[in-house]
């Protein structure tokens, strides 16, 4: 996390929100030494659930084919 000086924040604070947004790194504001304020950056939620995750994993095996160990229930 990065420190910046409040004279120095407000010197540069259009490119430090652009740099907050693009890196995702968070910026703490200090006036005197003493932390004040923090820029973060906004987290956006998707517009559906439906396929958040498409792409992030997938199957290895058939989840309907018979398996071939046989079950304890099975055992007399």
Not at 4 to 9: D, G, H, L, R, V
Not at 11 to 40: F, H, R, Y
Not at 53 to 73: F, N, T
């Amino acid at each position: 996390m990065k420190t910046i000086k409040a004279s120095e924040f407000k010197a540069k604070c259009l490119s430090l929100m652009d740099d907050v947004a693009l890196s995702g790194e968070e910026i703490v504001v200090t006036k005197n030494g003493k932390p004040v304020s923090k820029l973060v950056p906004v987290k956006t939620r998707p517009k559906e659930v439906y396929g958040l995750h498409r792409g992030m994993w997938q199957l290895k095996d058939d989840l309907v084919e018979p398996v071939s160990e046989s079950w304890d229930a099975e055992k007399p």
